[in-house]
Structure formats: C-alpha cells, structure tokens
C-alpha cells in the first residue's frame, strides 16, 4: 500500500515564527502537492512539485515556500507564520492515475 | 478557470435514508472526475471516479454518473449507514500530462447520518 506520512498531526505555533510540515512517500512517485483546507472552501492547492528540485505555485502561494531536495520528501514552509494560516494541510502523492493523501496536520498560530 | 461546485452542507439524514449530493463543475475539455471521501480524523481517500462521459463510478454502494451534458457528477446512495457520516469532496483533474495532473476540489459536504 501506498503511504504518505506527515511530520506532525496537530502543531501549535505562534505568529511570526517560522514553521516547517514535512511529507513522505514511499512510492517513488514524482508529483507532490501540498493543499490547504478550510471550511467552506474545499481544498486548495498551496505548491506542487513534479520532480526533485523542481516547483510550482498553485492558487495561494502567498506566505509558503517549498522544499523538494528528496524524490520522497516534500517539505511546506512558513517563513514567519500568522494567524490566517490557521488551517488543515494535506499532502498527496501522486502516481499515473492515482493521488494519494496524507492524515492531514492541523496547524494553529496564536 | 476550472471549477467545482458542492450542493451546500451539513446534510443530516437518518439510517437507511436515500442520499444525493449534488455536484457541477466547470472545465475545458474533457476531465476526469472524482468523489473523495474524508472520515473523522483521517486525510481523504478516493471514493469513486469517472474517466469519460457516461462512465459511472461506484464503490461500497455510492454511484455518480459523469453527466457531459449537464456537466455533473452527483453522488448517490441508495441507504445510508451510520458508518457513512463524514465529509465528502467532489473533484476534477485538470492538466494536459495525466500524471502530473492536478485535482480541483468543491467546497466539500458534511454528511451525518443519525441511527
């Protein structure tokens, strides 16, 4: 079975300070996502990655960054964290026709 | 651009009730489509998927026909279980490169079903 493991399940941390959420697939896969999700607004995709070093926005890249150093590992960055990053983040992996998601970290920023 | 649209939510419905959500969506050409379905706690998992119109996707008893002409994808269920409560996205892939495509999702439906 495929498996995408996120860092940290829930994670509090307060605004301004720089945060990390780290994903792991261990499928070999070479597209990654990172996607937020909020109520009412279904998901929406944050960055994406269709190779190792290699990156591209998605429709709300404002306040992240993206680190892909790794084929299997996918890293989300919030420079300096505020409270309207208050949210659910899913990872997924994605193989030729099938994308696989992560358990979510739920990220609070006091 | 691409778009999904989810019949509002929290839909409550007791045990064995007929479901319907309801879902359009807004593409250039042909995508597929796809119901993705998150329980209580955990990440989203691949409920069902259609590839073309006409196709009907199904799996642990929902079904949704993908609907070219009124471009739809509405996900029913003939009797609902407890076990159903959760909360469920309906979704599009768009991209030129199947493999490298990207999913758009609705706004997601919360369903809660009461014994």
């Known amino acids: 079975d495929v498996k995408v493991t996120q860092s940290s399940r829930y994670l509090v941390k307060r605004t301004g300070e720089k945060v990390f959420l780290e994903c792991v697939q261990d499928?070999?896969?070479?597209?990654m996502f990172w996607y937020r999700q909020d109520p009412g607004l279904g998901l929406r995709l944050i960055y994406f990655s269709y190779d190792v070093k290699m990156k591209e926005k998605g429709d709300i890249p404002e306040g992240y960054s993206v680190s892909r150093e790794k084929k299997e590992r996918f890293s989300l960055i919030l420079e300096s964290a505020s409270t309207n990053q208050t949210s659910m983040y899913l990872c997924a992996s994605r193989s030729f026709s099938h994308t696989y998601f992560g358990p979510g970290t739920r990220l609070t920023v006091t | 651009g691409n778009s999904v649209t989810q019949m509002e939510g929290p839909v409550t419905l007791s045990e064995e009730a007929f479901l319907t959500i309801n879902c359009t969506y807004t593409?250039?050409?042909?995508?597929?489509l796809f119901w993705y379905v998150q329980y209580p706690g955990e990440g989203l998992q691949l409920l069902l998927k259609?590839?073309?119109?006409?196709d009907k996707g199904s799996n642990k008893g929902f079904e949704a026909t993908y609907r070219k002409e009124t471009t739809s994808f509405h996900l029913e269920k003939g009797s609902v279980q407890v076990s159903d409560s959760a909360v469920y996205f309906c979704?599009?892939?768009?991209?030129?490169?199947?493999?490298?495509?990207?999913?758009?999702f609705g706004q997601g439906t919360r369903l809660t079903i009461n014994p």
């Open positions: 593409a250039t050409g042909y995508p597929s």
């Open positions: 979704a599009l892939s768009e991209g030129r490169i199947q493999g490298a495509q990207k999913l758009v």
């Open positions: 499928m070999d896969h070479e597209n």
């Open positions: 259609a590839t073309k119109a006409d």
